[in-house]
């Protein structure tokens, strides 16, 4: 980007597919200037990206996020509780009624040729509505690769829009450290994941990995340096059998943990500095099961 963090002028690379601007300074909101690419992959580490910056990208609406919060483990409710409206859905209707009401205080009828008017902005309207979203679409659905390393202010909201790139293959939120397990369980619908890396989110536990056991197609996991994920947490990877690397160095790991890796006879690459394990267990599982393994860190 420029001295002023105007990036508007890669619009004009319309075959552009690999972009990265890692550490420049780009202006708040300017992304939404990438929706007309179609790119591959984009790599914005160390860039201030912001949940709204995200938000722009996919034209995602806060109707959408608050609905799904109240779907998350987080915020799930009992029958017996009250549902509380979103204040951004009680406001739309406040709109909506208030409109209504002055168009009834009007008292004239329009003209036959206000009506006709009227009906052909309307369809203008809903016409440049379909193409800006039929935009928004092929950029979503175009983007494979993508780096928010280190973008610390970045939150679990940010993800919930991340989770409209159903086509992602590989995503980098190492050093992301504001986002928790509730984000995670926002991206459990990217299927197609291929590569994860969540190296040194202070925030995951063994929670987020219930969520990540559903990548079934998930081959690179890098959880460096995430402390509060423990023994229990590595039970819920059992199902992963596509994973071919595995990084869990100055995590909470011990000998008993490391056994309930036994299923992932795809391994070939298993990081574990740090790890309370014991090199006895570390042969016999290589032995036995991790066959393929060509490369352990200890």
């Given at each position: 980007s420029?001295?002023?963090?105007?990036?508007?002028?890669?619009v004009?690379?319309?075959?552009?597919h690999?972009?990265?601007?890692s550490?420049?300074?780009v202006?708040?909101r300017s992304?939404?200037q990438?929706?007309?690419?179609?790119l591959k992959?984009?790599d914005?580490s160390y860039?201030?990206?912001?949940?709204?910056?995200i938000q722009?990208?996919v034209r995602?609406?806060?109707?959408?996020y608050e609905?799904q919060?109240l779907?998350s483990?987080?915020?799930k409710?009992s029958?017996t509780?009250?549902?509380?409206?979103?204040t951004?859905?009680l406001?739309?209707?406040?709109?909506?009624e208030k409109s209504s009401?002055?168009?009834?205080?009007?008292g004239?009828?329009?003209?036959e040729?206000?009506?006709?008017?009227?009906?052909?902005?309307?369809?203008?309207?809903?016409l440049k509505?379909?193409?800006e979203a039929?935009?928004?679409?092929?950029?979503?659905?175009?983007?494979?690769?993508?780096s928010?390393?280190?973008?610390?202010?970045l939150?679990?909201?940010?993800?919930?829009?991340l989770?409209?790139?159903k086509?992602?293959?590989?995503l980098?939120l190492?050093f992301c450290?504001?986002?928790s397990?509730?984000?995670?369980?926002?991206?459990r619908?990217?299927?197609?994941l291929?590569?994860?890396n969540?190296s040194c989110?202070a925030?995951?536990t063994?929670?987020?990995l219930s969520?990540i056991r559903?990548?079934t197609q998930?081959?690179?996991?890098?959880l460096?340096s995430?402390s509060?994920?423990?023994?229990a947490?590595?039970?819920?990877?059992?199902?992963v059998?596509s994973?071919?690397?595995?990084?869990?160095?100055?995590?909470?790991?011990?000998d008993?943990g490391?056994?309930?890796l036994?299923?992932?006879?795809?391994l070939?690459s298993l990081?574990?500095?740090?790890c309370?394990?014991?090199?006895?267990?570390?042969?016999e599982?290589?032995?036995y099961?991790?066959t393929?393994?060509?490369?352990?860190?200890?």
């Open positions: 420029d001295s002023n963090g105007d990036i508007s002028v890669l004009a690379f319309s075959s552009l690999h972009l990265n601007i550490n420049c300074h202006k708040s992304l939404e990438l929706q007309s690419l179609r992959s984009l914005l860039v201030a990206v912001r949940d709204e910056d722009t990208l995602g609406k806060d109707q959408d609905q919060m779907m483990p987080k915020h409710r029958p509780q009250s549902q509380e409206i979103p951004s859905l406001k739309s209707k406040a709109v909506e009401d002055i168009a009834l205080a009007d004239v009828a329009p003209s040729l206000e009506i006709q008017l009227r009906e052909l902005q309307r369809q203008l309207r809903e509505e379909k193409q039929e935009t928004v679409k092929q950029h979503v659905n175009s983007l494979e690769q993508l928010l390393a280190s973008c610390m202010e939150t679990n909201r940010g993800l919930f829009f989770s409209h790139f086509n992602m293959t590989e980098n190492s450290q504001n986002i397990d509730v984000g995670i369980f926002h991206l619908t990217l299927t197609s291929t590569s994860l969540l989110c925030n995951l063994n929670t987020c969520y559903e990548f998930l081959r690179s996991l890098n460096a995430c509060r994920i423990s023994d947490g590595l039970y819920h990877l059992q199902s059998t994973l071919v690397e595995l990084d869990v160095s100055f995590c909470t790991i011990t008993k490391l056994k309930e036994e299923t992932l006879t795809r070939e990081k574990l500095k740090q309370q394990v014991t090199t006895p267990c570390v042969k599982l290589t032995k099961y991790l393929n393994l060509s490369e352990v860190q200890l």
